[in-house]
């Protein structure tokens, strides 16, 4: 195969600063002269100086009379001064001008007035009351801002009330987000992925977080894996003003990684390959005209990481500004993550808030996972030298949302069931809208994650073949401690998935020993797997007669995806499931399906707010019409032994 | 006189409560189809399902080989497993479907191939390896993101690689900003404001804040103060589908106040005034079509609370989404702030870290001083029933800026002196800037700061006649047991400022005996205001034969604006600002300006950024370019006894 090797991988602060080092900024980046209505988030390239005072004049500052103060001295309740009009005072509105000898205005609901017009007042004023004098806001000849000032509203506003009508900021960047790859689809066309296909999607993603960060950029169409086309595209961008341009996918090095090679013929390679999980495959370099060049790894995650930590702030740097930040919080994680030593490590989490803590669900870590984005709350950046953190160890996360947001997230741990979208749905319709964020690590999982107090709510389907009861046998063990409200949320069927029509007439339990059955399973933990075990053990069929009983699946969905694909010719799962991808469904049992809460969390708003969902006849109605659940139960509080039934 | 009585002032959440009551929100923004790519930062309308899963197919996850993971199953180091090509392996770049009847992948770093073009395995590959299965990231018919979302450029991303290309949103707040008053000249006129008369900016400080918070918002021309001009402009934008209108000053109830009876033929009035300093006298109202009617108040800082506090949420709901939020911190306050019960009180601060915490310094508290918002980096909003912060208490403050901006921030407090705006800007010319934050509480203040942990430097000219030397006696005397670096800043002149050619013969501190000379004098415990009484001691003057004793300004540029118009006849202040204003000056005496330092936080970058700054050649030069000025002594570390000598 022919290989690029990457260069040595470096550390992010140390590839910024060799950035910086080769880009000349004045060179690259002009300074320009724009109206100051038009200059929000732009770059003050020098001081300014007030041309005006404000105010230019002493003015009132409240509604009423102006006066002399030394003739309002004498003034006490009971014995007023009495004031002329004209001589004595004179009436104001705020903002006018203090007349000649005035030096002070009472406010009119301090002032009575006699029949010739004079005004009585009964307290005296004390001289500059209620009077801005001149320069009290800004003096002209003084500083209003340094240079570097990233300018405000405020700023602004403060600027042409100091007569600088036009002000000299910093260039900008100007972004060409070119997608590449002979696989990508492009999205205008609202393309049909075919095998090997993928509808490109990065460059808009890149595109609008450079507009969140206040950097202009426009995408391009896609160019496909050859290096005269890439090279060709960058220069057309080039030549069209572009002064930074990223070359999508590609960066990494294989076969059919060009893009390293068009860098070269561009300009140089400054960096290849960074010490950041995801976001390594990354490429900097510089054009010949001294452009910012950069090279986005093909994996969403990575892509992101590699942007937002050196293609964004290099363009802040180029425009004289900082980078925009995400807040920080202390976030306890809930699992064990693992880190390679030398690697910066990105770990996305799901997180909400659990009594007074945060508490944080690492999400899958796959970089190739867009998912893993649009689900996480915040992301914790693991240090090169960390090996690891513990579960219940406290890390420093960036928040992808507003921390009242995170107030307002809803973290469900546990089984997955196609009912919590419907509830993630119907929760943010709400007038005080509630994040709802699923982990899914099965029903076991949503206990322990229960009684080491890191969810509020967790959602489980186990049963115990003992008692022909759920959760409950399973609590009492595993959570003895814990006092726990158990909510039906629905009771639902479970059964094999199988093709439509059901082509190898699967009937039961019994045909997952035949030889030419696949079966896909669910991850140990998982309830249905419970299930399954337990119809394998009535059955008197071992799991190692099962062929596939060692694939494990985390979802229903992923269950279906393998007998619609034909990776497995069935697998155990709800009848929505099967309905869904328009499959077959043999029934085995019905199960129900609990919202597990720790009975201190009921009065939680965001806990209220599930319940109310879940009791609401349009939800459940909902959730009938998505087939193979019953609702008769839904939103009861369960005790031990009620089993299907409903009476304890 | 004519006036309108506000309505019973309210909290401002129930003044929100009470809109969001009268805003039909569905009849007034309509849901839109957009084409996804443009959707950043839009609410999701419904919910939005999966077209198409991610990927659409198992996927190389990997550059290497696809191999059926169980021919590999005997692999071991020293005793590979062979692999022909085509029935036993196929190469893959990452991305490649998996070929029929393979469900793993080798890196191609775990690859050797033998002469015959064979694949050596030495270790086994377990099934699914490097393999990115289908709907792994998205699953067809489940939901991508449900109503209410506010999409980010993560989630337009995997709309597109869930093929939605098009997403319903709800629709967008169209504000216009129409500025009123007949004092109030159109910027974009470069106009030169005469008496009574001011530069109008409001309107570009709340379109930018709106801008900043995503709304769509338009400024329209000023209009006088007259009742039917205001409203034909009002019902202009509301005919040009402005659904949102916001009515700039007049709002108060004073005689020109017209906007309250404007909005009550507009539509009607819901709330005026609310229980918030400053933002009192703010309006709120619904037009007859349904569209928000506000009315900003005419001072910018009561302007931006209103604005900020209620018509930004109000829009942000009006299109389904959370109004965005200031990070908080919690901040220590330098100064007892004082706080009416019955107004949530917004108090803008000067924010730096010092040691691990943060100290917030008041900023002056009216609300027409804009500077009160562009000096701020943080807003304290101390609730309605609180009566006052005392000094070292801590609050919880918002903040207008980064915490990363925060800890690059320097606080000097003390005495004021133009050299520090230079410094100012030379510090933000840095490679990594520092943003200085001066608070002017005279140079007692400063040390009393010092010695209570609230900055880290402060700016002192205290002049001792006993030893005839500068600020050590004071710290002996005022902190006696803080560890202070004395550096010194710069040599200054100080004298009477007085109008040019000075008319008034004013030859000395004997002058301001005289009964037609009226002085500016600066506030207790300012260096030059110790200065003044030592000279008038010299002079055997008592303080109440200099008439405007009393009367305390708080800069060096203060003072010589009373003299420039006319409100003294002289002050005493420094060489700069008579230069400024093109005043004379007679000179008195010749000073020390230092800096204190307490010698812990010698260390801190942002000190050590300071003094790097003070010993530059350049820095000093600028210094003496703006006159009075000597820096023989500038940036040397002074110890007792030196004076003005510089030897100890």
Not at 122 to 141: L, S
Not at 540 to 564: C, L, S, W
Request: glycine share 10%; proline share 7%.
């Amino acid at each position: 195969m022919n290989r690029t090797l990457y260069l040595d991988t470096v550390p992010i602060p140390d590839a910024l600063t060799a950035l910086k080092k080769e880009l000349d900024r004045d060179a690259l980046i002009a300074p320009e002269t724009i109206p100051t209505d038009q200059a929000l988030s732009r770059v003050l390239a020098g001081p300014v100086i007030a041309r005006y005072s404000s105010p230019t004049f002493h003015a009132a500052a409240m509604d009423g009379i102006a006066v002399a103060a030394e003739t309002t001295f004498a003034a006490r309740e009971g014995s007023p001064v009495r004031l002329s009009p004209g001589s004595g005072f004179t009436s104001v509105n705020t903002g006018n001008p203090l007349p000649e000898g005035r030096d002070a205005v009472i406010m009119a609901e301090h002032v009575t007035f006699d029949a010739d017009g004079a005004a009585l007042i009964e307290a005296p004023a004390f001289p500059w009351q209620h009077v801005r004098r001149i320069g009290e806001d800004i003096v002209a000849t003084e500083l209003v801002l340094p240079r570097g000032r990233t300018l405000t509203a405020f700023d602004l506003a403060a600027l042409l009330s100091a007569g600088v009508f036009e002000v000299e900021v910093t260039g900008t960047a100007r972004m060409a987000v070119i997608p590449t790859g002979d696989e990508v689809l492009d999205y205008t066309e609202r393309p049909v992925p075919g095998p090997g296909q993928v509808v490109e999607s990065n460059s808009v993603m890149l595109v609008n977080m450079a507009k969140n960060a206040g950097i202009r950029a426009e995408r391009f169409a896609p160019v496909p894996d050859d290096p005269a086309a890439l090279e060709a595209a960058a220069r057309k961008a080039l030549a069209a003003g572009f002064n930074v341009v990223v070359l999508g996918a590609g960066s990494s090095a294989g076969t059919k990684d060009y893009t390293r090679g068009v860098m070269e013929r561009l300009g140089r390679v400054v960096v290849h390959g960074v010490a950041a999980m995801p976001g390594k495959p990354a490429l900097l370099g510089v054009a010949e005209n001294g452009s910012l060049l950069a090279g986005a790894p093909g994996y969403p995650v990575s892509a992101a990481v590699a942007f937002e930590k050196l293609v964004l702030p290099l363009c802040c740097w180029l425009e004289g500004r900082a980078a925009p930040r995400r807040a920080r919080l202390p976030v306890r994680l809930a699992r064990r993550v693992p880190s390679r030593p030398g690697m910066e490590e990105f770990v996305r989490l799901a997180v909400g808030r659990v009594g007074e803590d945060y508490v944080g669900l690492p999400l899958a870590r796959g970089a190739g996972l867009i998912t893993s984005l649009t689900n996480a709350q915040a992301v914790a950046a693991l240090p090169a030298a960390c090996e690891g953190v513990e579960a219940g160890e406290t890390v420093q996360a960036e928040l992808y949302v507003s921390q009242e947001e995170l107030d307002a997230t809803l973290v469900v741990v546990g089984s997955h069931d196609n009912t919590l979208d419907l509830l993630a749905d119907a929760l943010m319709g709400q007038p005080e809208p509630v994040r709802l964020a699923s982990s899914h690590v099965g029903s076991m999982g949503g206990i322990a994650a229960l009684s080491s107090r890191q969810a509020l709510c967790a959602g489980a389907h186990l049963f115990d073949p003992e008692t022909n009861d759920f959760n409950f046998p399973f609590l009492a063990r595993h959570a003895p401690d814990l006092d726990v409200a158990v909510i039906a949320l629905a009771v639902r069927h479970q059964g094999l998935i199988v093709p439509k029509g059901n082509p190898k007439n699967i009937a039961g339990v019994a045909d997952l020993a035949r030889p030419d059955v696949v079966f896909a399973n669910r991850q140990r933990g998982a309830g249905t797997r419970i299930l399954l075990d337990h119809h394998l053990k009535l059955a008197k069929i071992r799991p190692d007669q099962v062929r596939g009983y060692d694939k494990e699946e985390f979802t229903h969905m992923a269950v279906a995806v393998n007998v619609r694909t034909g990776t497995a010719d069935c697998g155990l799962g709800v009848y929505a499931a099967a309905k869904a991808l328009d499959l077959g469904f043999v029934p085995l049992a019905r199960e129900r399906y609990d919202l597990l809460i720790p009975r201190a969390a009921l009065d939680d708003p965001r806990i209220a707010a599930l319940l109310a969902i879940v009791r609401d006849p349009a939800f459940q109605a909902h959730v009938r019409d998505l087939g193979g659940y019953e609702t008769d139960l839904s939103g009861r509080e369960m005790r031990p032994g009620m089993g299907l039934g409903g009476e304890g």
